[in-house]
């Protein structure tokens, strides 16, 4: 006999997705009309109690984000109702002009404002040039586990550093990797360490007093002068004895509290109140992580810190397997197109029995072994796989694509040739080649989300001598050069009327357009090639009465 516990009617999934499709409906319809502000996310950077430090079973993530979760987001209705429709939840930390606002993940920079070249290859300097070599190294903790060596070690003058050793047989591959990374990265807006390329000699290490370590034997001991020697003899020297390695300064933190999760939040963290999968900053690192092949972007590449001003400021770490380095070793070919374990292809080859040509398998072979395997070739933004499912990554939605695509393409060719510069690679041949392959993925990205988003953006309102009112726009598209201004054409609408195209992507406000008039005006743009082209989705800007006439108050993309 069949009971229903606690006399609950039976579940009718036909009805339930009926009423999610006509709420849906509803929120879409919705859309048009007055514009209503985001609401305020509140400060993330206010004093909180003592959290704790927690870490991250690796094993255990992986099994989670590669299997149960993507069978609990199989089985979630509402969620697959919001996907196939179109209509999936925006990000939560948006500010009125679809920007996520500034906080302890994330600060607003070369999207913005542009930086200066100064500026760029400066990156999170604090001004140093890293650790100082003229004086010794104390090391107090040792890496030995792994293909390569590493150490934390205390400078002379009291400074913290974790030492990375270059691969061998890989000189400069490592190391390009992390301080290139590291500068695109915080350029982008993300809280990044200060990494430095440095040259030293082994005669500057030292010992730290009472330094245990695991040896080869499982032994916990007292870590000696040999075992330093045994240590270095897989470390790659150059002709004149020095030492290239990257250097990581500790970030200045009161507490280390271990990794962040790309989902939930941090229950001992007070101003943590965004689960971290609907963050737009975590969402649109999806494209620049794809953009420079940053594959391994799991939990434990990211750090939490409580700063000494009492609040939790969250880090990504780790950029040595970014690019064409996978750290150890260059970067597989396959990196990108399947997770490291792939339910999805191993389904693929068992029915067609191993016959099926994956699309890295057509590719070459390492060309220059300090930038190891990086290719444009056969790039999709969209279909780029990272070492397994990330849940912010999974919650993308087309306005967080095209912020992340932002990111990249405010990336001009001056910025990516000063940036690459900074991996101090000794053949300019290797750094020319890395340059041109990060163009054209930037590019390719450009033509992938500036055609599938209305690329217009950056409204400014401008009022001549005459007080007649003028609205502009930019095509990013035209800005990024991968379209040309002769093969576009524009028009406008204003609070619903007819539409007035336009040779430029603006539109001049009519002289009895009043103040008060109207508690808001909506200018709605578009835009479309000249041949062959539609009208995109509109990109409305939103103004509102000011004491000396119209003000920007927001947009809708």
């Known amino acids: 006999m069949n009971k229903r516990p606690f006399n609950r009617p039976p579940f009718n999934r036909p009805r339930i997705a009926l009423l999610w499709l006509i709420l849906l409906f509803i929120c879409a319809c919705s859309g048009s009309g007055a514009f209503v502000a985001p609401r305020a996310v509140p400060d993330d950077r206010l004093p909180v109690a003592d959290p704790d430090y927690r870490a991250i079973n690796i094993p255990k993530d992986l099994i989670e984000k590669q299997f149960f979760d993507q069978l609990k987001e ?96 890989f000189s400069e591959l490592a190391s390009g990797a992390e301080v290139i990374g590291t500068k695109f990265f915080h350029a982008a807006g993300f809280n990044v360490p200060e990494n ?108 939490d810190v409580l700063t000494h001003q009492d609040f939790v400021k969250h880090y990504l770490i780790d950029f040595g397997s970014t690019m064409g380095s996978q750290g150890n ?84 060719d001056a910025d990516i040739e000063a940036i690459v510069a900074e991996g101090r690679y000794t053949d300019p041949a290797a750094a020319a080649y890395l340059v041109e392959v990060l163009k054209k993925r930037r590019d390719i990205i450009g033509r992938y989300w500036f055609w599938r988003a209305n690329p217009l953006d950056r409204p400014v309102l401008t009022t001549g001598d005459g007080g007649q009112s003028r609205l502009s726009t930019t095509d990013l598209a035209v800005e990024s050069g991968l379209a040309e201004t002769g093969q576009r054409r524009y028009r406008y609408r204003i609070n619903g009327g007819a539409w007035n195209e336009s040779g430029q992507p603006e539109a001049v406000l009519p002289g009895d357009l009043l103040p008060n008039a109207f508690e808001q005006v909506e200018v709605a743009f578009s835009v479309k090639d000249a041949i062959g082209g539609e009208w995109m989705e509109p990109f409305s800007v939103f103004l509102g009465p000011d004491p000396e006439g119209w003000q920007l108050i927001g947009v809708r993309r």
């Open 74 to 169: 199989a089985f979630n209705l509402p969620r697959q109702v919001r996907r196939l429709s179109g209509h999936r939840r925006e990000a939560a930390n948006l500010n009125a002009f679809d920007e996520p606002v500034n906080s302890s993940w994330y600060t607003r920079r070369h999207s913005s404002r542009r930086m200066s070249i100064e500026e760029l290859v400066n990156g999170p300097n604090s001004g140093e040039k890293g650790p100082d070599t003229n004086g010794a190294w104390t090391i107090t903790k040792v890496k030995n586990e792994g293909v390569t060596p590493g150490f934390n070690v205390v400078t002379e003058s009291g400074v913290g550093y974790v030492i990375k050793f270059e691969p061998p047989g």
């Open 329 to 412: 070793e260059p970067m597989p070919p396959q990196i990108g197109y399947e997770n490291a374990f792939d339910p999805h292809q191993v389904f693929i080859n068992s029915v067609t029995l191993g016959l099926y040509v994956r699309p890295w398998e057509k590719h070459g072979e390492v060309i220059y072994p300090a930038i190891g395997f990086f290719s444009a070739e056969n790039f999709h933004p969209q279909k780029y796989k990272f070492i397994f499912p990330n849940p912010a990554f999974e919650m993308m939605t087309t306005r967080d694509g095209f912020w992340g695509a932002k990111l990249v393409m405010a990336f001009r």
């Open 196 to 303: 430095y390329i440095v040259f030293f000699r082994p005669e500057i290490l030292r010992i730290g007093e009472g330094l245990t370590f695991t040896d080869k034997r499982g032994r916990e001991r007292l870590f000696n002068a040999e075992d330093l020697a045994e240590l270095m003899k897989g470390v790659e020297a150059r002709p004149d004895g020095r030492i290239r390695v990257a250097a990581s300064k500790l970030i200045p933190a009161k507490k280390f509290l271990g990794p962040f999760s790309y989902k939930s939040t941090r229950k001992d963290d007070p101003n943590d109140f965004i689960r971290h999968e609907h963050r737009r900053e975590l969402r649109g690192l999806r494209v620049m992580a794809a953009w420079l092949n940053h594959y391994d972007t799991k939990d434990n590449n990211t750090l």
